[in-house]
């Protein structure tokens, strides 16, 4: 009875887990503006209306920690998920275990006899 437990929580854990490793990003997208002339530069540009527009440094760490900010959580979901295989498999050990004792237990009682 225990392992059927085991069985469900570790289904439930290894879907938890792989649903938090595809998690992209955490929390709101940066607002991007265009830099100004005297801003410095990160090398990088996006479109804006058909035209290049260059990006300044502290908009492109912005956007590198939004690009960054759900490795957390992936990380624990990785976690999780290796957790919820090991239920799994102390699930398979609790219930073999669990039936190798009924069986024992089976063997080790005397037939009864009635009438005698």
């Known amino acids: 009875m225990k392992s059927k ?15 938090m490793i595809f998690v ?4 709101p997208e940066p607002d991007i503006s265009c830099a100004g002339p005297d801003d410095p530069l990160s090398g990088y540009t996006f479109e804006v209306d058909g035209e290049e527009c260059p990006i300044s440094v502290e908009d492109f760490n912005a956007i590198l920690e939004y690009d960054r900010s759900a490795l957390p959580v992936r990380r624990a979901g990785l976690g999780i998920a290796i957790v ?17 004792a009924a069986r024992a237990a089976a063997d080790a009682v005397p037939p009864r006899q009635y009438g005698a």
Do not use: S, T
């Open 5 to 19: 437990y085991m069985y469900i929580a570790a289904v439930v854990l290894f879907v938890v887990g792989v649903a």
């Open 24 to 27: 992209e990003h955490v929390g």
């Open 84 to 100: 919820g295989i090991g239920v799994g498999i102390g699930g398979i050990v609790v219930g073999r275990r669990q039936k190798r």
